[in-house]
């Protein structure tokens, strides 16, 4: 919550969060667990799915902020490989608003140079996605503003496994003998291959937990965890998390004074 970041004399409203970020330190790469969506909708006494649909919004606002601040890349953890289990209606609601966004926003993507990207296990999601998703990468592949990635049917677990499945193959094939598998060529067979490490880390809705989500790539992520239910997540509280961000010391299991 912002008044837990109150520093005295520190005025904790929007603005001063903007003016405090130090535009040269920025995460180059934020990924969000998009949380609470359910609960949203719940307190009030909607169903589940009004919930999502409004969190779409903080979708669009959360890209918006993203591309405003110069952050390179954003990963969205829009729909888990454990979310097939979930009632019809809900799945269906949630592929629905995928392809619908996607219609609506072409034009802005293209409009602010955001470039669209997808992981996950995209063959497992309904024809109509895929095909909306593959346009929408193609027409926005040379934007270079931001990256957009939406992991979509993903499960870290998954990717992993996948990559072993990968790797095995080429060592029986006699690409390359085991002693050569490092950590770049696992970060090679990943589906974020071409993308850095997770720099930031947010989950919204109270929960703290990773539930999956890019576990290879937050290695050395800062963790950031609000109590805030994603479609209420608004600039204010992405500019937050980022100066939170800022104020924590990066080691990389390196000395304090090593750092300075
Ligand atoms: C988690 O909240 C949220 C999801 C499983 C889906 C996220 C989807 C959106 C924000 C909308 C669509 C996104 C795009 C990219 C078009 P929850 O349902 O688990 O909430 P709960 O924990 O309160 O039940």
């Known amino acids: 919550m912002a008044g837990d970041l109150a520093i005295v004399g520190f005025n904790t409203n929007i603005m001063n969060f903007i ?8 995460p180059e790469h934020i990924a969000i667990i998009m949380d609470g969506n359910g609960r949203w909708a719940k307190k009030q006494g909607l169903i589940r799915i009004n919930g999502h649909k409004k969190g779409t919004q903080s979708v669009r ?12 890349y954003l990963t969205l953890y829009a729909f888990s490989t454990e979310n097939w289990k979930r009632p019809k209606l809900e799945v269906d609601t949630l592929m629905n608003l995928l392809v619908s966004s996607l219609k609506k926003e072409i034009k802005t993507l293209q409009d602010n140079d955001i470039s669209l990207n997808a992981i996950g296990s995209i063959s497992n999601l309904p024809s109509k996605a895929q095909k909306e998703l593959s ?25 992993l496994t996948k990559t072993v499945q990968e790797i095995a193959l080429k060592v029986k094939n006699n690409v390359f003998s085991p002693h050569l598998i490092s950590e770049a060529v696992i970060k090679e067979h990943l589906y974020t291959h071409d ?12 929960e703290q937990r990773i539930s999956n989500f890019l576990l290879w790539q937050i290695a050395y992520a800062e963790l950031y965890f609000t109590e805030v239910l994603w479609p209420d997540f608004k600039k204010e509280h992405l500019y937050e998390a980022i100066f939170n961000y800022q104020k924590r010391e990066r080691r990389f299991g390196k000395t304090s004074e090593q750092i300075s």
Not at 19 to 26: E, K, P, S, Y
Not at 195 to 206: A, E, H, K, W, Y
């Open 19 to 26: 003016d405090q970020i130090d535009h040269n330190r920025l």
């Open 61 to 72: 606002d959360t890209v918006e902020t993203c591309a405003e601040l110069g952050i390179k």
């Open 135 to 159: 346009e929408v990468i193609e027409k926005t592949k040379n934007n270079k503003r931001l990256r957009l990635t939406l992991a979509l049917s993903y499960g870290s677990r998954e990717e």
């Open 195 to 206: 993308m850095p490490d997770v720099d930031l880390l947010i989950r919204t809705s109270g």
